[in-house]
């Protein structure tokens, strides 16, 4: 499965979405078909499940379900947010489910474990844009709760803001700021750990 990773989602099944969508590869379809959105869509959907899940079959499936669950539901989609929010609901909510049957919520450091991580510890923003340690965060990323990661992804991956993850997530803008707060704390945790690991 190893072949999906940075590559491109499509080619790698071979014609999946042609196959079972009738897409044709050589049709320029309209912007707001399910064509186009599996164009734009398909990659970055399979690297955010496969970042919050931190396994490739499980991605791949995860994948699968959502462009399903788009396809099934794109001509009742009423505009009441953007294309692009409802894409992304619909990706977290399929995450979301499917990391609930593979693993068990991820148990909060305690403020000791927090404060005693020091200031020269990985730094998680600076980690997340380091390619050299990609493989190491998207493992990071997969350890943490499912509402943590799914923002952490959405913020400084995809680039959202907070009033985006939180149309996405259907929470306040402040619980989106709790979320990127915690995670980043355990992130740095998991970084820490990581390295330490590395080092000896």
């Known amino acids: ?10 080619a790698y099944f071979g014609g999946l979405f042609y196959n079972i969508f009738r897409i044709s590869p050589n049709k320029m379809p309209p912007p707001t078909s399910f064509e186009n959105i599996v164009r734009q869509f398909s990659n970055r ?3 955010h499940a496969f970042r919050v899940l931190g396994n490739r079959e499980q991605a791949e499936e995860a994948t699968q379900d959502v462009f399903l669950k788009i396809y099934r539901s794109l001509e009742s ?13 619909i ?3 399929v995450c979301i489910t499917q990391a609930k049957k593979s693993r068990l919520e991820t148990s909060p450091l305690d403020s000791d474990e927090i404060d005693s ?4 510890e990985p730094n998680p923003e600076q980690a997340l ?3 050299e340690t990609k493989d190491e965060i998207a493992n ?11 923002a ?6 995809e680039e959202m803001d907070y009033g985006e993850i939180a149309n996405i997530l259907e929470i306040p803008a402040g619980s989106v700021a709790t979320a990127l707060h915690r995670g980043r704390e355990r992130l740095r945790k998991l970084l820490q750990t990581s390295y330490s690991r590395s080092s000896i």
């Open 91 to 93: 990706t977290a909510n």
């Open 117 to 120: 991580i020091s200031d020269d």
């Open 152 to 157: 952490i992804n959405l913020f400084y991956l």
């Open 1 to 10: 499965m190893s072949k999906t990773k940075g590559g491109n989602f499509i």
């Open 140 to 150: 990071a990323i997969s350890r943490l709760p499912y509402r943590e990661a799914t």
């Open 45 to 47: 959907v399979y690297n």
């Open 129 to 131: 844009l380091n390619n």
């Open 77 to 89: 989609f009423r505009g009441e947010s953007t294309l692009s929010t409802w894409i992304w609901r």
